[in-house]
């Protein structure tokens, strides 16, 4: 049976009760499989004896526009459920009072790998990712913290903020669960119509026509960004948008000149008010 919690100070006493190792899994709720299959590594790392935590708090701080938050879904009983079957003990579900004081002025902000892709389209969105990861470490301190691939960008942050910080926990990355035909599992998804849904794998495919340049040894980032273009906005549905298109460098997150190391190419894209992010990796 899961335990819940709402509240910083009686999370943290009913966790002394609870045996290590800990592993921690963030989310925002509305959760897919792309979530449980979090929740199940964490529990591959803890042992049947350890504690697997989720949290489910949609964190307004990382929101840089308004509706975005207020049209976030919140199934709450839904997820409660799903936590407890994909194996959780312990399930956080503070409301935004019990994390942030009405007054609260101190943010985490990183300087270089936020330069670009999110970082540059969603201003203040990672100052508040950080933020709120590392207040959920230090409520918990756990020993692993799972998080999704697919957020590539936010999971080299914290791996940043992690290693920058001297945090004790281990950042784990999860690779990206996807959809039979192959769009990548979101929260924002169900916010999609039936034929923007339908044309949605697009996003996907474009990033593997791209990737598949690269068996030639094409080594111009512009040629691989023009394919990916090409697909992205081939016969569009009209609510499509692209927010940007980038190729950078696995490890810095910078623009790459030339593909000479291992580089991600990623999107971000528009169907309406419904944003959705991807990428691939282009081999050197
Ligand atoms: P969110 O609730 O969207 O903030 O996501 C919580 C965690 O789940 C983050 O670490 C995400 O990267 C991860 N996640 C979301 N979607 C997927 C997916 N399709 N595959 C793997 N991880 C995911």
Redesign the pocket.
């Known amino acids: 049976m899961i335990t819940r919690s709402t509240d910083v100070n009686s999370v943290r006493k009913l966790l002394q009760k609870m045996s290590p190792p800990f592993a921690l899994?963030?989310?925002?709720?509305?959760?897919?499989?792309?979530?449980l299959?979090?929740i199940r590594k964490a529990r591959q790392k803890v042992g049947s004896s350890g504690t697997v935590i989720v949290s489910i708090f949609v964190n307004p701080i990382q929101f840089d526009k308004a509706s975005d938050l207020e049209n976030y879904p919140q199934p709450l009983s839904t997820d409660l459920a799903l936590c407890e079957r994909a194996g959780a003990d312990l399930a956080f579900t503070p409301p935004k009072e019990s994390l942030y004081h009405a007054d609260h002025s101190v943010l985490i902000r990183e300087s270089l790998l936020t330069k670009h892709l999110c970082g540059a389209t969603r201003p203040g969105h990672f100052d508040g990712v950080l933020t709120v990861v590392l207040k959920l470490f230090n409520i918990f301190q756990p020993n692993y913290a799972?998080?999704?691939?697919?957020?590539f960008q936010?999971?080299a942050l914290i791996q940043r903020m992690a290693r920058d910080l001297n945090l004790s926990t281990t950042v784990i990355g999860?690779?990206?669960?996807?959809a039979p035909d192959g769009l990548?599992?979101?929260?924002r998804n169900t916010h999609l119509t039936a034929s923007e849904r339908a044309d949605a794998p697009r996003i996907h495919r474009a990033l593997c026509a791209a990737r598949d340049i690269s068996h030639t040894g094409e080594q111009n980032p512009s040629i691989y960004l023009e394919v990916a273009r090409k697909h992205l906005l081939m016969n569009p549905l009209e609510s499509f948008t692209i927010d940007y298109l980038e190729l950078v460098d696995a490890e810095t997150l910078q623009p790459t000149p030339s593909v000479t190391k291992p580089s991600f190419l990623a999107t971000a894209c528009f169907y309406g008010k419904v944003r959705l992010i991807d990428h691939i990796v282009i081999p050197s």
Request: net charge negative; charged share 15%; hydrophobic share 35%.
């Open positions: 899994v963030p989310t925002m709720g509305a959760l897919h499989e792309g979530h299959e979090l799972i998080f999704g691939q697919k957020d936010q999971l999860h690779p990206t669960v996807r990548a599992l979101s929260s």
